[in-house]
């Protein structure tokens, strides 16, 4: 049920609703026999072998992938306003060849002038694996590529992403010499937009008339185009309703990039280096702070980690409470070989071994891995140093210790050249992490001082929380007196 969730919450957040077009495509077959056939009547024989060769090798490259701008616009209009009142528009790439299958998808905007803004922001891919189930590229903490699972889950890449035009053929168009227009039947044309994200579900009483058409440069289509009738509104406005879709590229022109670790770009980072490297090998005390936002979604939190160079202890502090054994904290001792027991102090007065699943692990796991993440992954801003919002989700685990924050232990394949291995590497997750909005590191004292946020839409009000990591006493830290004194009771 966790997984699921996780899978519907984060592709609801993409607009992803390519499912359910095929039964609607292949309706548009059953249409009737006057939009049903392509009809070339008033050309030539030869202009209509032509113009249907045209048309099959359009449709032969539409369904080897697409690169398209689309938009969609809902108006209203008297003699006083010219009101948008809804509109979306997005640039979706989408392919399938020799190589795999891939969809990305980026937010478009619009000009004042009612034109499309082109995008400088990068593509968010998807891609399929060789069982069919579908995954994004991501760098790790270390910036290697790895086949990323977490917002999929084990979902298919053709539940989401099959390609709106696969079951087309020419029999589903009519062509107009007058004006160089293939039409397409309105059960076609209404199923291809929804494949794009739009809503008709308030539009059905809303007729094309003929004015769902393909039109062709050369012998690729370079737009389509829904011009629906006008009607009344309840406000007693005229709202137009219009889907457009402008073809960058179709075929095997389109392209498309894979993820590549971060190069060097020879910005100085010395100063965050050294406060990562001031920790290893160290004892230190660790403050970690868990701040709600004002709607109190999630409960606050606050430990104090100890952490001797051997063992941790870690000091649940609940609110209006004070420092010092009480209930639930948690103790990880060391045995020969490195791996760590838990044991929480309990209401006898005295640790008690507990089966956790997070047991078993070396002490750094447990512990932020500041001194193994990459330092490409953060730019100098002011007086702190920031991860790009798309590499969040890459370092913001590994900033953190491990029993805040780690509900979901996974592997995700390594990922070369675009192949996915299957040398495996473990990563671990939950919902705060696939929510997670920021990372900044301030360096205080020579220390790094770590700033987190994510955002929490458990009630669907999306409010941001905060966490924030302080460092001190490295080199000189010890478990607590009380805590020493009740080791081995």
């Known amino acids: 049920m966790k997984k699921t969730s996780l899978i519907l919450l984060c592709l609801s957040a993409l607009s992803l609703t390519a499912c359910g077009t095929t039964s609607s495509v292949s309706s548009s077959s059953e249409s009737t026999s006057e939009t049903s056939s392509l009809d070339t009547s008033t050309s030539t024989e030869g ?32 003699s006083a306003t010219d009101r948008v009142v809804t509109n979306f528009a997005k640039e979706v790439i989408l392919k399938n060849d020799n190589a795999g299958k891939v969809y990305g998808e980026r937010a478009l905007s619009f000009r004042a002038d009612g034109a499309l803004k082109n995008s400088s922001d990068p593509f968010q891919y998807f891609y399929d694996d060789d069982k069919g189930h579908f995954y994004q590229e991501t760098l790790t903490y270390d910036n290697q590529i790895i086949a990323d699972y977490r917002k999929t889950g084990d979902s298919y890449f053709d539940s989401l992403f099959s390609n709106p035009f696969e079951l087309l053929d020419s029999n ?79 075929g095997e022109e389109v392209n498309y990039t894979h993820t590549s670790p971060l ?40 430990q104090i980690y100890y952490f001797d160079g051997t063992n941790i202890f870690i000091d649940k502090i609940a609110e209006n409470s004070v420092k010092g054994l009480t209930t639930d904290d948690e103790l ?64 913001y685990n590994e900033l953190q210790p491990l029993f805040a924050n780690a509900d979901y232990l996974t592997k995700a394949n390594l990922v070369k050249d675009g192949v996915v291995q299957k040398d495996s590497k473990d990563i671990y997750f939950s919902l705060q992490s696939l929510l997670s909005n920021s990372a900044e590191i301030s360096i205080v004292d020579n220390l790094p001082q770590i700033k987190l946020t994510y955002i929490n839409d458990s009630m669907g009000f999306g409010g941001e929380e905060t966490i924030t990591i302080k460092f001190k006493n490295v080199g000189s830290t010890s478990l607590p007196e009380e805590v020493q004194n009740k080791i081995g009771e």
């Open 47 to 78: 202009t209509k072998e032509e113009t249907n060769q045209a048309l099959e090798n359009a449709l032969e490259a539409l369904k080897i992938g697409f690169q398209a701008k689309v938009s969609y616009k809902v108006s209203q209009y008297n």
């Open 172 to 250: 589903n168009f009519y062509y107009v010499e007058a004006n160089k227009r293939f039409f397409l039947s309105e059960g076609a044309s209404r199923t291809i937009a929804s494949w794009f994200g739009t809503d008709m579900t308030n539009y059905t009483n809303l007729y094309l008339n003929d004015n769902a058409y393909f039109t062709l440069e050369g012998d690729k289509f370079a737009s389509f185009t829904m011009e629906f009738d006008t009607k009344k509104s309840a406000t007693g406005l005229d709202e137009i309703l219009a889907f457009n879709i402008d073809f960058v590229q179709t």
């Open 263 to 302: 190069q060097d770009d020879g910005e100085d980072r010395t100063e965050l280096v050294n406060a990562f490297a001031a920790l290893k090998d160290k004892s230190y005390t660790m403050e970690y702070i868990l701040t709600p936002d004002e709607m109190r979604l999630a409960s606050p939190i606050h």
């Open 332 to 395: 990880l001792l060391a045995s020969q070989d490195g791996n760590m027991t838990s044991y929480t102090y309990g209401n006898n007065l005295a640790f008690n071994q507990v089966d956790s699943p997070l047991s078993g692990f070396k002490a750094v796991d447990y512990l932020p891995k500041l001194d193994s993440i990459s330092p490409l992954f953060f730019k100098k801003s002011q007086d702190k140093y920031v991860v790009d919002q798309r590499n969040v989700l890459s370092v």
